[in-house]
Every structure is written in C-alpha cells, then in structure tokens.
C-alpha cells in the first residue's frame, strides 16, 4: 500500500476551512453536554414525574440527551490534532525524499506558543471562580448537591503541587486536574503526543505503515500491560497514542504517500463501528475508544472526500469558522464558569437543580459569549499569521 512515487492526491487542490468549523462544533458540543449535566434535574429525576414537563420540554429531554458523549467527541480533537500537526510535514517529505532534519526546538516552541496562553488562562479564571464559589458557600465545592455524580466528579483541588503537576501536563496521572477544571485532563494526552511526535516523525519518514504498526504495537502494549508493569504516564498516554495517530494515517493518504482512496478508507473504518460498541464491555477503555477513533477518521476521510466533489455542502461548517477560532479557549474555560453557575441556581432553588431547561440554555449563551471574547487575549495574538481558511499545507490545531 506505501507509494514510492508519492504523486499528490487530488483533495490537495481544496482548501480545508470546513475543519475549522468541524473542531468548533466539537467543542461546542463538549460544552452544551457540560450544561445539561450541571445546570439540570438530570433524566433520572425527570423519569419521576414527566407529567410536569410540556412537549417542548419532553423534545428537550430527549433532543439534549444527545450531547453527553462528551468523552467521546474528544477524540475527535486527538485525530484533528494529529492529521493537522503531521500534514505539512507529510507533503515535505511526499516532495523531498531527503528534507532536512526535524527542528525539534522550533516545533515544540510553537506547540507551547499555541497551548500555553490558554491554558493559563484558564487555570487563573478556575482559581478566581473556585475561590469565589467556596467563599460564598456554593454546595457544588463542598460535594453537596443533590447530584450523587456531580458530587463525585467535580471536586476543585487549589494546591500548590496539583498548580505544578497541570503546568507540567501530569494531571489525572499523578495530580487531579486544576480546581474544577475537569476537562483540562484531555491536555495531559495532547502535550505528550505533541512531544512524542517527532520520535512518530522518524519512523514515518521511513514508511507511513510502518510508523502505524510501531504506534499500534505500543498502544497494545499498553493496553495489555498497563499499570504496574510500565509507568503511569507512559500507560495512560501510550494506550490512547494511536487515536492521534489516525490523523496523521488521513494526512499521508492525502498527501500521496499511501496508496487508498478516502471513499475505501471510510468504508474500512465505518466498518469498525459496531465493534467499538462491544468494545465497551472491555476492561480497556482506550480499546472501545481508539476503536471510535477509527470510524471517526473514516468519517472525516469522507467528510474530504465531500469537500472534494460537493464543496457547498460543506459551506456551514466553513461558516462557522469564528468558532473553530475560539474553540480552545472555549474548552479550558466553560466547566468552572458553568460550575459557578451551579452553585448559584441552587443557592437560589433551595439546593434543588431546576425541571426548567431555562438555565442550561443561559449558561450556553454565557459561556460562548465569554470565551468568544477571551480568545482575543489568548488565541488571536499567537495565531493571527494562521487566521485564514485552513490550507492543506498546515494548519495548528491544539485540541
């Protein structure tokens, strides 16, 4: 399948803003499911008496109950993530079969130039609302919610080694995660796949299926042995490295350096759906979920081919690239924003959370206008040469 004569594909002639706009809805998505979770009585408590709500009301149940695959629509950033970072490198090494060695400096310069303003704005506006919410007494801080799993889950740690281990990208590994700032642990994933890429370049400079085995023989190393045998960040980010991977399988197809349309590879990924079902009966998560991982990339692979031979069906998702542009901050901002709106509803409801989807659709809009305007501060200066369309020629994407 490897082509030696690395003839470009034909998606090279498109431009790729609809995935600016793909990335924004991901995000939108992960935040919107946030929402849901923390500023409404939950499904269970609605089963109890759905005589209460109106039509409207029932559609909304049902309509939102749609948007709690949180977890999994951050895949859909590791293969974003992955395809956009190996692109321009794969048509560097599609047009020279000698191109110059990797500047690691340089690279990793960029990913923390790209990662860290948001990032630490988001730990500074974690702190300043957690502080805020446990001083006025907010039951959500103190795990005192009527929501058992509310409770369990959001948990704000202030310290000073849980501070250090989020910089240094080691949270849910050995620190928790940032205040309440749950989302921040996909970050951990993203920062050691960036720093492991180039040692991923040097394989797949050699061969595109060859640096795919390697990946894939790591991860199920991982799966397979995990803790204690290997080291806990090693297992936790090599068992998910090869859903990044598949990003970069997508840009070395595109590129001309494997030899498979992008119709047959959505068709051999979709064909992994169902499997990636049974997956979660496994005791590996990361199985069930790098077998998503390949349906997603085979979704996206035909989501090319579309922009390719339908481009104006495409034409929304171009649309929404404003969002694409923000939609990291967006990520490391909305949970303690939307946290600190929990607490006051029930500080305000007698610690009851509302039969009403009225606050869930004010936290949206709240959310979105605040990391919209943020991302001025935190995006926009560090990304302003990259502001265009994104091009098959490389693009950064941080989530």
Same mark, same amino acid.
């Given at each position: 399948?490897?082509?030696?004569?690395?003839?470009?594909?034909?998606?090279l002639?498109?431009?790729?803003?609809?995935?600016?706009?793909?990335?924004?809805?991901?995000?939108?998505?992960?935040?919107?499911?946030?929402?849901?979770?923390?500023?409404?009585?939950?499904?269970q408590?609605?089963?109890?008496?759905?005589?209460?709500y109106?039509?409207?009301g029932?559609?909304?149940?049902?309509?939102?109950?749609?948007?709690?695959?949180?977890?999994?629509?951050?895949?859909?950033?590791?293969?974003?993530?992955?395809?956009?970072i190996?692109?321009?490198?794969?048509?560097?090494? $599609?047009?020279?079969?000698?191109?110059p060695?990797?500047?690691?400096?340089?690279?990793?310069g960029?990913?923390?130039?790209?990662?860290?303003?948001?990032?630490?704005?988001?730990?500074?506006?974690?702190?300043?609302?957690?502080?805020?919410?446990t001083?006025?007494?907010?039951?959500?801080?103190?795990?005192?919610?009527?929501?058992?799993?509310?409770?369990?889950?959001?948990?704000?740690?202030?310290?000073?080694?849980?501070?250090?281990?989020n910089?240094?990208?080691?949270?849910?590994?050995?620190v928790?995660?940032?205040?309440?700032?749950?989302?921040?642990?996909?970050?951990?994933?993203?920062?050691w796949?960036?720093?492991?890429?180039?040692?991923?370049?040097?394989?797949?400079?050699?061969?595109?299926?060859?640096?795919?085995?390697?990946?894939?023989?790591?991860?199920?190393?991982?799966?397979?042995?995990?803790?204690?045998?290997?080291?806990?960040?090693? $297992?936790?980010?090599?068992?998910?490295?090869?859903?990044?991977?598949?990003g970069?399988?997508?840009?070395?197809?595109?590129?001309?350096?494997?030899?498979?349309?992008?119709?047959?590879?959505?068709?051999?990924?979709?064909?992994?759906?169902?499997y990636?079902?049974?997956g979660?009966?496994?005791?590996?998560?990361?199985?069930?979920?790098?077998?998503?991982?390949?349906?997603?990339?085979g979704?996206?692979?035909?989501?090319?081919?579309v922009?390719?031979?339908?481009?104006?069906?495409?034409?929304?998702?171009?649309?929404?690239?404003?969002?694409g542009?923000?939609s990291?901050?967006?990520?490391?901002?909305?949970?303690p924003?939307?946290?600190?709106?929990?607490?006051?509803?029930?500080?305000?409801?007698?610690?009851?959370?509302?039969?009403?989807?009225?606050?869930?659709?004010?936290?949206?809009?709240?959310?979105l206008?605040i990391?919209?305007l943020?991302?001025?501060?935190?995006?926009v200066?560090?990304t302003?040469?990259?502001?265009?369309?994104?091009?098959?020629?490389?693009?950064?994407?941080?989530?």
């Open positions: 399948m490897e082509n030696t004569t690395y003839t470009p594909h034909p998606l002639r498109q431009t790729l803003g609809f995935l600016d706009g793909l990335r924004g809805l991901a995000a939108l998505y992960v935040m919107i499911g946030h929402a849901r979770w923390l500023l409404w009585e939950g499904y408590a609605y089963l109890t008496h759905p005589a209460q109106t039509t409207a029932k559609a909304l149940v049902y309509g939102l109950a749609l948007f709690r695959y949180g977890h999994e629509a951050v895949l859909v950033f590791f293969i974003l993530s992955g395809f956009l190996h692109n321009s490198y794969a048509r560097k090494l $599609s047009a020279n079969a000698s191109p060695p990797f500047d690691y400096a340089n690279y990793v960029r990913r923390a130039k790209r990662i860290l303003p948001p990032l630490l704005l988001g730990l500074l506006l974690t702190y300043g609302l957690d502080t805020v919410g001083a006025l007494g907010y039951s959500i801080y103190s795990q005192h919610t009527p929501s058992e799993q509310i409770n369990q889950n959001v948990i704000s740690h202030l310290d000073g080694r849980t501070l250090l281990g910089l240094l990208f080691l949270e849910t590994a050995y928790p995660v940032w205040g309440s700032n749950g989302p921040l642990w996909s970050l951990m994933y993203e920062w796949f960036y720093l492991l890429y180039p040692l991923f370049y040097a394989l797949n400079r050699r061969g595109p299926l060859r640096s795919l085995l390697a990946v894939a023989a790591v991860s199920a190393l991982c799966w397979l042995a995990g803790e204690p045998y290997l080291p806990k960040i090693l $297992s936790m980010v090599g068992s998910y490295w090869l859903c990044w991977v598949l970069t399988l997508l840009a070395d197809v595109l590129q001309g350096r494997l030899r498979i349309t992008t119709p047959a590879l959505t068709g051999l990924s979709m064909a992994l759906l169902p990636s079902m049974l979660r009966h496994l005791p590996a998560g990361a199985v069930a979920d790098t077998l998503l991982a390949v349906a997603l990339t979704l996206l692979a035909g989501l090319l081919w922009n390719q031979t339908h481009a104006r069906w495409l034409g929304p998702l171009v649309r929404l690239r404003w969002l542009n923000s990291y901050t967006l990520y490391v901002t909305h949970f924003i939307l946290v600190l709106l929990n607490g006051w509803v029930l500080s305000t409801t007698d610690n009851a959370l509302p039969a009403s989807f009225g606050y869930v659709l004010v936290g949206i809009l709240l959310v206008s990391a919209y943020l991302h001025f501060f935190t995006e200066p560090f302003k040469k990259r502001q265009k369309p994104t091009q098959l020629t490389g693009a950064v994407l941080t989530l």
